[in-house]
């Protein structure tokens, strides 16, 4: 009873009825959310051609309508042109060319992150439908409402022009050239919004909600173009009927660039018209950001052979330069090798063709380079126009100025991944089972990873090729396909799993977001407190080693592995974390259903993680966070520890007490809050009916089908009520959605 009296608790309903807007019960998610959304999605295709050349024309229109009550909707137009042509018996050419379009709308303030957290004791509207103060002025509702807009125009065009020429028989040469341009134009515009507290009477308010007390413009404009060269050649060749030969070498050349400038208002009398001009001068400021470039430029070659097709051997090498990396790193040579054995076209097998229809073994080694990590220099010191700090005579002064802001490693080079597999792929039954298993072993040299750095140094952490790690995995896949007079089926199943554990690291550790990456132990593994249950007697909180004197009854108790001071034990992150567990999924499935008769059709496709260790965060469990959300339903009802529960009730409690002062303690990162992580989800059920051809014919269409698909219906997890395994704590939900469609064709 800190904030309302017993008497205010007791009769809340009552005095709710009475004054709503001084008692409110705002149902927040019903206001910022709607039940349903519509999408819509339209193409059309035009195809044409003759023997030297052929044309296809595909027009698309995609419609969705977001969840949110308002300001959240995406469209997209789509163009695309191919074209191939043959010039001359020799010469060959294609032409691909596609346009996209596509306008997003989104509020200023999206409400996702507090949406499912807002206390209903906090009003949205006043009863005469004027904003609410909300909780202290922050009001999402209104926000989303009359905030402001983030309007975003894309435009994108990429294209593919490729030229094959065949001088003489099994000798070919191909030319591609493939550029790629996106233009985005946003308009960032935030409108300032009053609100009223409960008993003001006024029209006019000078008290704005904190999501926009102002009203701002800030316009961005936003450029890239790629374009990607490649010229390489094939020569294939059979010598006396049984020997197939094959060899191919190529260049590739990758460029990119970016750019972006941004002006913005600061400064506006009003909040009608969303132009810069609409504002004051002495507000504007322009910017310019993110200007990029990177390049990537690689050799390569291949060589093949089979005999018979019935033994394969192959062999690749590939020479990758990146721009990310310093010209003495910048290289990279990268090997593969593969054999394949075909047995089922041996003699001894001929026994068992009635059963076995084609069988074949399978290993190979490869490597692959790695340079994709965040920043385009990450070896150089690049300077940034920071907010730096120096002395002005004897006085510590805020400069304008450049300073760098990460540090470096000067001799980064590529990551490179080895892998070896060893395969296998089966057919029996006549086709009707496939079976298809690989065992691999993977070694991921020169990791490039963050390395932490001591926070004095006033820079962020550098990346540097400092770890090893040792993956093995596998994985199977199973089908089968057949037929019973007009009904024809099909199953498949895929399972996998595997296991990566860093080994050498430099003696280094890199702890993150309660995982930790460390010699010897899984990557991104689980690292902190090991749990002992919850303290039920003052007695046992004063006989354990705690984190602090705030630690009371129905807090959460950790094991002590040892002390820096043995006189004095505490719960510390130097002597007390331990590794958790995995944090990565186990035991990957998938697979699907396929049904036909007469014309109708039956699609089910599953996925799922059979093993998997998530983690209960501070949005799904604590109470009072940020000392104001609300509290998860299923952490009530006796199932948190109270003073007020019998001793068995809290004995038998779930969830530590609430309390804020415990909070540092009880939401630490440890095993209590680690739960089963696995799922099964239906991801699509499609229905679906093809008229007869004989019913189309009569009025000159080839085919018509209607069809019927639910989306991520049915899930079963052991995620609490409202979460998803697959979307994060705070991001806009997954959707179920039922789609509606026709295809027609000509």
Same mark, same amino acid.
């Given at each position: 009873?800190?904030?309302?009296?017993?008497?205010?608790? =007791?009769? *809340?309903?009552?005095?709710?009825?009475?004054?709503? =807007?001084?008692?409110?019960?705002?149902?927040?998610?019903?206001?910022?959310?709607?039940?349903?959304?519509?999408?819509?999605?339209?193409?059309?295709?035009?195809?044409?051609?003759?023997?030297?050349?052929?044309?296809?024309?595909?027009?698309? *229109?995609?419609?969705?309508?977001?969840?949110?009550?308002? /300001?959240?909707?995406?469209?997209?137009?789509?163009?695309?042109?191919?074209?191939?042509?043959?010039?001359?018996?020799?010469?060959?050419?294609?032409?691909?060319?596609?346009?996209? !379009?596509?306008?997003?709308?989104?509020?200023?303030?999206?409400?996702?992150?507090?949406?499912r957290y807002i206390p209903a004791i906090y009003a949205a509207t006043l009863s005469d439908g004027r904003y609410a103060e909300g909780k202290e002025g922050s009001n999402k509702y209104a926000a989303l409402m009359d905030g402001g807009t983030i309007d975003v125009h894309g435009y994108k065009m990429t294209g593919k022009f490729q030229l094959d020429l065949t001088p003489f028989k099994g000798f070919s040469v191909t030319g591609v050239f493939a550029p790629n341009f996106s233009y985005t134009k946003e308009k960032d515009?935030?409108?300032?919004?009053?609100?009223?507290?409960?008993?003001?009477?006024?029209?006019?308010?000078?008290?704005?909600?904190?999501?926009?007390? $102002?009203?701002?413009?800030?316009?961005?404009?936003?450029?890239?173009?790629?374009?990607?060269?490649?010229?390489?050649?094939?020569?294939?060749?059979?010598?006396?009927?049984?020997?197939?030969?094959?060899?191919?070498?190529?260049?590739?050349?990758?460029?990119?660039?970016?750019?972006?400038?941004?002006?913005?208002?600061?400064?506006?009398?009003?909040?009608?018209?969303?132009?810069?001009?609409?504002?004051?001068?002495?507000?504007?400021?322009?910017?310019?950001?993110?200007?990029?470039?990177?390049?990537?430029?690689?050799?390569?070659?291949?060589?093949?052979?089979?005999?018979?097709?019935?033994?394969?051997?192959?062999?690749?090498?590939?020479?990758?330069?990146?721009?990310?990396?310093?010209?003495?790193?910048? #290289?990279?040579?990268?090997?593969?090798?593969?054999?394949? #054995?075909?047995?089922?076209?041996?003699?001894?097998?001929?026994?068992?063709?009635?059963?076995?229809?084609?069988?074949?073994?399978?290993?190979? *080694?490869?490597? %692959?380079?790695?340079?994709?990590i965040k920043g385009y220099y990450p070896y150089q010191a690049v300077l940034a126009n920071n907010h730096t700090m120096g002395y002005v005579g004897s006085t510590l002064t805020g400069l304008s100025g450049y300073a760098q802001a990460a540090a470096i490693v000067t001799d980064i080079t590529w990551e490179t991944t080895s892998t070896f597999d060893v395969g296998v792929d089966l057919s029996l039954f006549r086709n009707r089972l496939s079976v298809t298993g690989d065992w691999y072993y993977k070694k991921t040299r020169?990791?490039? %990873?963050?390395?932490?750095?001591?926070?004095?140094?006033?820079?962020?952490?550098?990346?540097?090729?400092?770890?090893?790690?040792?993956?093995?995995? #596998?994985?199977?896949?199973?089908?089968?396909?057949?037929?019973?007079?007009?009904?024809?089926?099909?199953?498949?199943?895929?399972?996998?799993?595997?296991?990566?554990?860093?080994?050498?690291?430099?003696?280094?550790?890199?702890?993150?977001?309660? !995982?930790?990456?460390?010699?010897?132990?899984?990557?991104?593994?689980?690292?902190?407190?090991?749990?002992?249950?919850?303290?039920?007697?003052?007695?046992?909180?004063?006989?354990?080693?705690?984190?602090?004197?705030?630690?009371?009854?129905?807090?959460?108790?950790?094991? /002590?592995?040892? =002390?820096?001071?043995?006189?004095?034990?505490?719960?510390?992150?130097?002597?007390?974390?331990?590794?958790?567990?995995?944090?990565?999924?186990?035991?990957?499935?998938?697979?699907?259903?396929?049904?036909?008769?007469?014309?109708?059709?039956?699609?089910?496709t599953f996925q799922g993680v059979g093993q998997r260790n998530s983690y209960l965060t501070d949005e799904m469990v604590q109470p009072l966070r940020g000392q104001w959300y609300n509290f998860a339903t299923y952490i009530g009802g006796g199932n948190s520890w109270s003073r007020k529960n019998t001793i068995e009730q809290n004995k038998r409690a779930k969830y530590p007490r609430y309390s804020w002062a415990s909070a540092n303690n009880n939401y630490a990162i440890s095993d209590y809050w680690l739960f089963d992580g696995?799922?099964?989800?239906?991801?699509?059920?499609? %229905?679906?009916?093809?008229?007869?051809?004989?019913?189309?014919?009569?009025?000159?269409?080839?085919?018509?089908?209607?069809?019927?698909?639910?989306?991520?219906?049915?899930?079963?997890?052991?995620?609490?009520?409202?979460?998803?395994?697959?979307?994060?704590? $705070?991001?806009?939900?997954?959707? !179920?959605?039922?789609?509606?469609?026709?295809?027609?064709?000509?």
């Amino acid at each position: 009873y800190q904030t309302y009296t017993k008497d205010v608790v =007791d009769n *809340y309903w009552n005095l709710n009825r009475e004054d709503p =807007d001084k008692y409110p019960n705002t149902d927040w998610l019903s206001l910022l959310l709607k039940d349903y959304a519509v999408r819509q999605s339209h193409n059309v295709s035009f195809r044409s051609g003759s023997a030297k050349r052929s044309t296809s024309l595909n027009f698309g *229109y995609d419609d969705v309508d977001g969840l949110f009550t308002k /300001n959240l909707s995406w469209k997209r137009y789509t163009l695309r042109l191919n074209n191939d042509f043959e010039l001359f018996k020799w010469m060959k050419a294609s032409a691909d060319i596609s346009l996209r !379009k596509t306008d997003k709308v989104n509020p200023h303030t999206s409400p996702s992150a507090q949406m499912r957290y807002i206390p209903a004791i906090y009003a949205a509207t006043l009863s005469d439908g004027r904003y609410a103060e909300g909780k202290e002025g922050s009001n999402k509702y209104a926000a989303l409402m009359d905030g402001g807009t983030i309007d975003v125009h894309g435009y994108k065009m990429t294209g593919k022009f490729q030229l094959d020429l065949t001088p003489f028989k099994g000798f070919s040469v191909t030319g591609v050239f493939a550029p790629n341009f996106s233009y985005t134009k946003e308009k960032d515009f935030q409108k300032q919004v009053p609100y009223f507290r409960a008993g003001d009477s006024s029209t006019v308010s000078t008290k704005y909600i904190t999501e926009a007390t $102002t009203t701002e413009l800030k316009e961005t404009r936003s450029d890239t173009f790629s374009h990607t060269t490649q010229f390489y050649a094939n020569y294939q060749k059979t010598f006396g009927e049984d020997h197939n030969f094959s060899a191919m070498i190529g260049y590739e050349n990758y460029w990119y660039q970016e750019g972006t400038i941004v002006a913005k208002n600061t400064s506006y009398a009003h909040s009608l018209i969303p132009d810069l001009n609409a504002g004051n001068s002495d507000g504007v400021t322009a910017n310019s950001k993110n200007i990029n470039e990177l390049a990537r430029r690689s050799y390569f070659g291949r060589l093949m052979y089979n005999y018979k097709s019935k033994y394969y051997v192959q062999g690749n090498i590939r020479r990758d330069g990146s721009s990310r990396f310093a010209p003495d790193c910048r #290289w990279g040579t990268f090997l593969s090798a593969s054999a394949g #054995w075909v047995f089922t076209e041996e003699k001894f097998m001929e026994g068992a063709r009635k059963v076995l229809d084609h069988g074949k073994l399978r290993l190979s *080694y490869g490597e %692959l380079g790695n340079e994709r990590i965040k920043g385009y220099y990450p070896y150089q010191a690049v300077l940034a126009n920071n907010h730096t700090m120096g002395y002005v005579g004897s006085t510590l002064t805020g400069l304008s100025g450049y300073a760098q802001a990460a540090a470096i490693v000067t001799d980064i080079t590529w990551e490179t991944t080895s892998t070896f597999d060893v395969g296998v792929d089966l057919s029996l039954f006549r086709n009707r089972l496939s079976v298809t298993g690989d065992w691999y072993y993977k070694k991921t040299r020169d990791m490039l %990873l963050q390395v932490p750095i001591a926070p004095i140094m006033g820079l962020s952490d550098p990346y540097d090729n400092i770890g090893d790690m040792n993956t093995k995995g #596998w994985e199977i896949t199973l089908g089968w396909r057949d037929n019973i007079g007009d009904f024809s089926y099909g199953l498949t199943f895929n399972l996998s799993d595997d296991v990566s554990k860093m080994g050498y690291i430099g003696n280094k550790e890199v702890i993150s977001n309660g !995982k930790i990456i460390r010699e010897g132990e899984e990557y991104q593994s689980w690292y902190g407190y090991v749990s002992e249950g919850l303290y039920q007697t003052p007695e046992e909180v004063a006989n354990s080693a705690t984190m602090g004197s705030y630690v009371s009854p129905g807090d959460i108790r950790y094991r /002590n592995f040892g =002390d820096g001071d043995p006189n004095n034990p505490l719960i510390s992150t130097d002597y007390d974390r331990r590794v958790l567990g995995s944090s990565l999924p186990h035991f990957n499935y998938g697979g699907s259903v396929d049904l036909a008769w007469r014309g109708i059709d039956f699609n089910l496709t599953f996925q799922g993680v059979g093993q998997r260790n998530s983690y209960l965060t501070d949005e799904m469990v604590q109470p009072l966070r940020g000392q104001w959300y609300n509290f998860a339903t299923y952490i009530g009802g006796g199932n948190s520890w109270s003073r007020k529960n019998t001793i068995e009730q809290n004995k038998r409690a779930k969830y530590p007490r609430y309390s804020w002062a415990s909070a540092n303690n009880n939401y630490a990162i440890s095993d209590y809050w680690l739960f089963d992580g696995s799922y099964f989800r239906v991801k699509n059920i499609s %229905l679906g009916y093809t008229l007869p051809q004989k019913w189309m014919s009569k009025i000159h269409v080839k085919s018509l089908r209607f069809a019927v698909t639910l989306t991520d219906f049915f899930t079963h997890s052991h995620f609490p009520e409202g979460w998803d395994p697959e979307v994060g704590t $705070t991001g806009y939900p997954i959707t !179920k959605s039922v789609l509606f469609s026709a295809q027609l064709k000509f």
